[in-house]
Structure formats: C-alpha cells, structure tokens
C-alpha cells in the first residue's frame, strides 16, 4: 500500500503565503514524479505545478512566479510554495505521486493524497 498526505492548508489573506507538503509513504521503492493539482468550486480539477526526481519543473500559467515546487527524495516530500496568494487561488489542493512499489514483481503505483483546503481572503 501506499498512502500519499497533504497538510498545511488554511485561510490567508489576499498577498500571504502558505507552504503545502505532501508526503508519500508505504511500500515504496522509488518516486519518479510528484505533483500538485487543485479544484475550486465548480470547476475541473487543474494542474498546478510537477516535479519529477530530476527535480525538473513545471507550472500552469496562472500561478509562475509566485509559486514553487520543491521536493526531497529521502523522504518522498513535495513541498508548494504559494507566494502573493490571491482569491482565485482558493481551492482544494490535491497532491499526485507516481513510482514504483518496493513489492514483488515490483509494479506502478499512482497514488492521490485526500486534499487540503486553501482559502485566500480578507
């Protein structure tokens, strides 16, 4: 089994921050990508920033230069960086890990955490 957890979420004002991490544990023999998604009411599920274990980046449009994604692979942690947080950042934040499981055979695992809320206002 593998159990991906989020925390740090909460409720900041308009130009605050917050940090998220997101931890995958278990039966885990390695962690290639790591990413944060979100969802606000009424919307689709969107991506917001990826890592892989090269430490190679991206980013939606929308949250480039305010947010950042960081990662230690000691301990399969994501972390988000959320700088200059605005209202339309409010949103449930998902986190997704993908790798391989330390079984045998060993196989795939893609894994989401539960979600952690964030809400941006004054």
């Known amino acids: 089994q593998v159990q991906v957890v989020e925390s740090g979420g909460g409720l900041v004002q308009p130009g605050g921050s917050l940090r998220l991490s997101c931890a995958a544990s278990?039966?885990?023999?390695?962690?290639?990508?790591m990413g944060w998604y979100r969802q606000a009411p009424g919307k689709q599920r969107e991506l917001v920033a990826t890592i892989n274990s090269g430490g190679t980046t991206t980013y939606s449009e929308s949250v480039k230069g305010r947010f950042t994604i960081s990662r230690d692979n000691t301990k399969n942690t994501v972390y988000l960086q959320m700088n200059s947080l605005q209202p339309e950042d409010t949103a449930v934040y998902y986190c997704?890990?993908?790798?391989?499981?330390?079984?045998?055979?060993?196989?795939?695992?893609?894994?989401w955490g539960q979600g952690t809320q964030v809400t941006v206002s004054s």
């Open positions: 997704n890990a993908q790798g391989l499981r330390s079984t045998a055979p060993i196989t795939r695992y893609d894994q």
């Open positions: 278990g039966s885990i023999f390695s962690t290639y990508f």
